[in-house]
Each structure stands twice: as C-alpha cells, then as structure tokens.
C-alpha cells in the first residue's frame, strides 16, 4: 500500500495537541530559549566523536596490539557509535540539532560513518516510524525478522515461545545485519512501495549506499588488515563486537519505547485511515522509563523521554526533560495516557513480559 495514503482522524482530542503545542511554544519563548542545541548538547557531540575516533586511532596506528586492550577498544568504539547515532545524529536527522540546515545535514551524515546509511534511515524512522508508530505494515520497527514478533497483528511461530530468552541475544546482530545487508534491502522495499517515487531516485540512493558502504568498510575493516600486523580474525572479531555493542544499546533502547505491556497497536483500515488523532496516537503507542536517571538520559539521547520525542520531533533532546512536565499535565486535563516507567531495569522486565506475551499469543498483547 501507499503510505501516503494513510490518514489520521484530525476531529478526535483535536484540543488536546493544539493546547500542547501553546503551551511548549510558551515555554520557550517566555524562557527566551532556542528549540534546538545548547553549549551543553555541543560538548557532548565533541564528547562522543572522540569516544568514536579516539579508539580508532589507537587501533590504526597500532599503539595497541595486546589482544584484550585490542578488543576493549572496539568495544569502547560501539560505545561511541552508540551514543553519536542516539545523541547527535538522531537530532540532526530531525533538524532538531540546529536551526542551520547545513550543520544538521553534516550532523546526520555521521550515520554514514558508522556504517549505516542516513537516507535509508530517514525514510524509515522519520517518514513511516514517527508517522505510523506500531502500526502492522507500516512502522518498519516493529516489522522483525521471521523469528521475532513484536505485534500481536503478526502470525505466531512455534519459536516465539521463546523469544523471551534468545531476543536479547539477537539484538546485538540488528545493527550488523542492517551495515551488511538491511540497508539495500529497505531501498528496494522503499521503491515497490512506492516510498521511493521514482526509478531516478531509487538509483541515485542505491549509489548513495554503495558509495559511503565502500568508504566505511575501507576505512575500518580493510584499512586495519592492510595495515596491522594483527591477524585478520582478530580484527574482524573487534569489528563484530563494535556492531554487537552498537546493535544491543540501540535495539533495547528503541523497542522498550514501543513494545510493552503498556502501548498499543492499532490498525489503519482496508483504505488507510487510523481512528485517531495523530498525537493521541502518539501518546498510546509510546513509553518513557527512568526519567530521573541522568546519566541514561544523557547517554541515550533524551530518548527515555520517547513520548515527547514523538510529539516534537524537531526539538532537540536537551529540552525533552522540561517539557515532559508540560506534556504529562496536558494529558492528565485531558484524559490521554502518558505512560512512564520509573526504573530502567524495571523496563527491560517489562519488554521480556512483553515478549513473553506475544510470543504466547497472550490477550494482554493484543
């Protein structure tokens, strides 16, 4: 289906998003205060590129060879790689990162260097994640790999019995997979569904990818081997284990945002409309957890404050903090869930219940 063609009820709790919007537009201007990056935000840029860079120069220039202190740095890079995509390069693909279009095109092509490429990523996330939030067939989060079910609208399997237990394992492959092969794959998917309009555009975005795989895969992965004398396994082990950390931080951050006891999955009709509002909408399909712990909040990129990031995209993540006051006491006037989970090991139970339950076809996911 085209996805343009989805709609979303404007008339219902039409009130509710108009008055939110008053009221956080209010905040910033009686606090005289930009929407986007603050001296804080471009510190912790600088901050994270070298927890990226630093490690590799060490590793390239071979001042560490010993096979541990090897490995930890590649390590300490999918830390990095982590912290940029979650902190720097997700504002920046919002143009939440600054009011320059230039800085937060520069900013989001940081993606490319970590292996993953931006325009497939703006597609997915931007475009049918933040339009279509746990909708079956159009949010491509929740469309997972055969052997996990993160919908109560998708067809059991034997095997969900027990994703409760091994998804945690596979998380560490997504970030792997979409470096290897997702990101081709997604483009060609863009393209039949016509999200990718035309044959032009499909070509010069496969280019796209082609190109900055070729620089990335050059630079880390072939670059070491020519240069090192460090066996290839070992290199290609430290390698893997910069994408394992990467693809465990982002998969267990982003789904237990979306994939728990307390959201929904509504579905559009046979001709696309979604009966709701498109905030409301929003508000029922999204979860905050640990609000109050600092130093996730700072890592993550503000995104345990997943709800106000769906409602304001564009504003950087610095500010999601005070305007979560805002937005919980719009929704409690108007009656709308605002659902929040105090603790971050309280929310990694929460998503293996969630887990549990779709993988048992549980009412309760449904």
């Given at each position: 289906m085209d996805f343009t063609a989805y709609r979303f009820d404007r008339k219902i709790d039409a009130d509710f998003y108009k008055t939110l919007r008053a009221r956080?537009?209010?905040?910033?201007?009686?606090?005289?205060?930009?929407?986007?990056?603050?001296?804080?935000?471009?510190?912790?840029?600088?901050t994270l590129i070298a927890l990226y860079l630093v490690p590799y120069f060490f590793i390239i220039t071979g001042l560490v060879s010993a096979t541990l202190p090897f490995l930890a740095l590649w390590l300490v890079m999918g830390l990095g790689a982590a912290g940029i995509g979650?902190?720097?390069?997700?504002?920046?693909?919002?143009?939440?990162?600054?009011?320059?279009?230039?800085?937060?095109t520069a900013l989001g092509q940081l993606m490319n260097i970590l292996g993953a490429n931006s325009s497939i990523w703006k597609l997915q996330h931007n475009v049918l994640h933040h339009s279509f939030t746990n909708i079956e067939?159009?949010?491509?989060?929740?469309?997972?790999?055969?052997?996990?079910?993160?919908?109560?609208?998708?067809?059991?399997?034997?095997?969900?019995?027990?994703q409760h237990i091994y998804a945690w394992f596979m998380y560490g492959f997504m970030i792997l997979l979409k470096v290897l092969y997702t990101d081709f794959s997604q483009a060609v998917h863009f393209r039949k569904t016509?999200?990718?309009?035309?044959?032009?555009?499909?070509?010069?975005?496969?280019?796209?990818?082609?190109?900055?795989?070729?620089?990335?895969?050059?630079?880390?992965?072939?670059?070491?081997?020519?240069?090192?004398?460090?066996?290839?396994?070992?290199?290609?082990?430290?390698f893997f284990l910069m994408h394992y950390a990467v693809g465990m931080a982002m998969a267990v951050i982003f789904q237990s945002a979306?994939?728990?006891?307390?959201?929904?999955?509504?579905?559009?009709?046979?001709?696309?409309?979604?009966?709701?509002?498109w905030a409301v909408h929003q508000m029922i399909t999204t979860t905050n957890f640990a609000p109050n712990n600092k130093l996730l909040s700072w890592y993550v990129g503000g995104l345990n404050f997943q709800v106000e990031h769906h409602l304001f995209p564009t504003i950087c993540h610095v500010h999601y903090k005070e305007i979560s006051k805002i937005v919980k006491e719009t929704a409690n006037e108007f009656g709308v869930p605002y659902n929040t989970i105090g603790s971050f090991r309280k929310t990694i139970v929460e998503h293996a219940k969630m887990l549990y339950m779709l993988g048992h076809n549980s009412p309760q996911a449904a």
């Open positions: 956080v537009n209010g905040y910033f201007e009686t606090n005289n205060i930009s929407r986007t990056a603050n001296s804080t935000m471009v510190i912790k840029t600088i979650f902190s720097v390069m997700h504002d920046a693909n919002h143009g939440a990162y600054s009011t320059n279009k230039y800085v937060n067939g159009a949010d491509g989060d929740i469309n997972a790999p055969g052997f996990l079910r993160f919908s109560p609208h998708q067809k059991v399997k034997p095997i969900h019995r027990y016509r999200l990718v309009k035309t044959r032009k555009d499909f070509v010069t975005l496969l280019m796209k990818i082609s190109f900055w795989k070729v620089i990335y895969f050059g630079a880390f992965l072939v670059l070491p081997m020519v240069l090192l004398p460090i066996s290839n396994w070992l290199i290609l082990l430290g979306h994939v728990m006891p307390e959201t929904q999955f509504p579905l559009a009709t046979e001709d696309g409309n979604v009966e709701n509002n």
